[in-house]
Each structure stands twice: as C-alpha cells, then as structure tokens.
C-alpha cells in the first residue's frame, strides 16, 4: 500500500531533506532525496528541491510508493560469506564481480546471488536493483563490504557511513616508489567536466574526499600501500593515488595507459571492515586474505 505523510513544519531555515530524514526515520536520506527529485514532496502543494529551506508553518506532503516488486533474477552463484546473522552479512567479493545489476550486467551479479542466497529478504531503501547493498566496490576490486537484509539495519549502517564511523582498510599496489612512509590526501572529487564517466579532483562540484595511506612494502617499480578512507566517493582511492602520481598497478582508466605489465583491473582489496553492530550495539570487525592474484603480483615485482 503507498503511503502518505503530511507535516506541519514547526521549525525554520533547514534543508527540506536533512529535516525529513530526521522525521520520517525509517527513511534514509538519499531515498528522501530521490523522493523529492521526482516530484513526490510538494512544499504547500509545491514542487520544491532537496536543498529548500523550510519555513515554520510549511505543509509537506511526502508520497511514498509501494516498492515495486523485485525483478532482479537470484541466480546460485558461489560467494564468500565470511559472516551472517538475521540482521546482516559480510561478503569477501571476488575481483570481477560487478555488485549491482546495471546496463551490461543483469545477471551474475552479487546482487543476483545474494537473492539466491538470503531468499530475497534484503532491505529495500536502495530499491529493486540494489537490495540489501549499503555500500559498493568497483567490479575490478576485491574485498569486504556489509550487506543488510532489513531497512533499519540498512539505515543505521548508512548513518555510519555518513559520519565516517566505519573502518575500511584496503591494500593496494600503486606505480612508483613512495619513499614517504605515511600520508593524507585531501582533495575534493567529482564527475569529470570532460569525460562524464570519469571521477576527477578537476571537477566543479567535488566532494570533500580524505584518503590516507602508508607503506607496506617498497618492490622494484611498484609500492604496496595500506589505504584508509575516511569519506567514500566514486573512485576514491583511484583518484587520489592517480592525482599524486602513483596510479594503482592495472587501472585502465586512472592508470598508465603504456602499464607494461598488462595487469587486468585495478590491484585494491578491501581488506579491513569494522563497525558498530546495528543490533548488539558491539563493535565488530572482519579482516580478508589478500587474494591469490594479489600475492602473485606481489611475488613477481619481488623477483624481477
């Protein structure tokens, strides 16, 4: 059944989105946001945008849909469940494997298995594509990432991520050889002005990005880094590496064009995942192998 909610603003001068998270919280957001970008938040019968700033007084009537029915098809696909309970699991994603059904990829994704696995019982915030999915990494990057199988869960999580709570560790092989030890990068990033499909810090709506990282190991040609995010825009970690001159070995489209070593996607492992449980209130964390294509790589630019 579709819902309606109708407020009367009591409070002045906040983002019309911001004030409806907080009201209507069993709502995340973005979902509020995508609400209002469609047309179903009228401000005194209005159309209005996520960013108005409410009056005291205002009549909001928001207008929620039935979800559609999920057409995503579950396939039993074989992944790495590394935990699970009723409220969550954690998924150590192998390199290649898209998270989402999108253009190009409609089946074989993770999110086609984890239909499959958990009976379609995943929150429904980020709608029929993207059930249960809190947060992604690139087809090309292995690694860790939470996945919630109920909206509350799925919206406390999310809350984690806005307020960079969550810990997120990943490695990485970059280009070159980083004789600093330690270090932070804080550049905004946004959609390329040129390339739409790209990520850039030369860009005219970035977001404030933070990465910071510091050395494992220095190879011949190449350093292995540990990287943790403090926010978690598109790209991040391909970006900044990108930016300050040690592109990630094997990224096609941040990295060297001429890569001699014709690595195939991007060498990044999600490797490190800790937050607070939505249920337990316990603070929980999840550490992952380095992939078998990792340690080879690994391997070969030690004996060169």
């Known amino acids: 059944m579709d819902k309606d909610y109708k407020i009367i603003s009591k409070e002045s001068n906040i ?4 004030y409806l998270s907080n009201k209507l919280n069993n709502l995340s957001r973005s979902y509020i946001k995508e609400l209002i970008l469609e047309g179903k938040v009228r401000i005194n019968s209005k159309i209005t945008k996520p960013g108005y700033k409410i009056n005291m007084g205002d009549n909001i009537e928001v207008f929620v849909p039935e979800p559609e029915v999920l057409d995503v098809v579950a396939e039993k696909i074989k992944i790495n469940i590394i935990y699970e309970d009723n409220y969550l699991l954690v998924v150590n994603k192998e390199k290649g494997m898209v998270v989402h059904p999108s253009n190009g990829h409609l089946k074989g ?10 009976d379609g019982k995943l929150s429904q915030i980020n709608g029929i594509i993207r059930p249960g999915i809190v947060h992604r990494i690139d087809m090309d990057t292995s690694g860790l990432l939470v996945v919630a199988k109920d909206n509350e ?10 307020e960079h709570t969550i810990k997120r560790e990943y490695e990485a092989l970059v280009h070159g050889t980083m004789y600093e030890e330690t270090g932070k990068i804080e550049i905004p990033i946004g959609r390329d ?8 810090v030369r860009t005219n709506n970035g977001k404030f990005a933070v990465t910071n990282f510091s050395v494992i190991e220095r190879l011949k040609f190449v350093t292995h880094l540990k990287l943790r995010l403090e926010t978690g825009r598109t790209h991040q970690i391909r970006v900044h590496m990108a930016y300050i001159g040690f592109p990630i070995v094997g990224d096609s489209v941040y990295g060297n064009r001429n890569d001699k070593f014709k690595e195939k996607g991007q060498t990044l492992h ?9 249920k337990t209130k316990k603070y929980i964390e999840f550490n992952s192998e380095l992939p078998e294509y990792f340690k080879s790589l690994i391997d070969y630019y030690d004996n060169i």
């Open 270 to 278: 999600a490797k490190n995942l800790g937050f607070i449980h939505p």
């Open 15 to 18: 983002r019309l989105d911001y």
């Open 153 to 162: 869960t799925h919206i406390n999580l999310a809350k984690q991520l806005k």
């Open 193 to 200: 002005t040129v390339h739409r499909k790209k990520m850039s």
């Open 109 to 118: 994704t993770l999110v086609n298995a984890l239909m499959f696995w958990c």
